[in-house]
């Protein structure tokens, strides 16, 4: 009986938790999720500043810092229909930005959960500003 109620009590907290994560709109998607949805037509917006960007960057996204997101929707007007996913250092300032963008009409945009630092520790590819060289020095294409 005991366990029985520990069951009933589990599922119903499972229940509760996932109609209130509903509730509220997934705003965070984990790197594997955010690969599906870019193989998907997903558009990335990396929010980091420019030299962030350089240093490494998800393959096709667009790098539009915080602070010029509102005054820069209108470049992004394209991708409504599309989901949206906006990447950080480490996921905290993209969720500001998937506001910003929800409240512009994006009803599909997300933040990469622990930002680019998540994406590296996963080991997904990143593109550099610069050509990088093999141990042997020669540039790689």
Request: aromatic share 14%.
């Given at each position: 009986m005991l366990l029985v109620s520990a069951l009933m009590i589990s599922f119903f907290l499972v229940v509760f938790s996932e109609l209130r994560r509903k509730a509220s709109g997934l705003i965070n998607v984990e790197a594997s999720d955010a690969v599906k949805l870019i193989n998907n037509d997903a558009v990335v917006v990396d929010i980091r500043s420019a030299d962030a960007f350089a240093r490494g960057h998800i393959v096709n996204a667009?790098?539009?810092?915080p602070d010029e997101l509102a005054s820069r929707l209108s470049q992004l007007e394209q991708y409504k229909a599309n989901p949206v996913i906006a990447v950080c250092d480490n996921g905290i300032t993209s969720t500001r930005a998937v506001n910003t963008l929800r409240g512009a009409g994006?009803?599909?945009?997300?933040?990469?959960?622990?930002?680019?630092t998540n994406w590296n520790q996963a080991g997904l590819p990143v593109v550099t500003g610069k050509k990088t060289r093999s141990k042997s020095g020669k540039k790689r294409k």
């Open positions: 667009k790098n539009i810092p994006f009803e599909s945009a997300y933040g990469l959960k622990g930002g680019m």
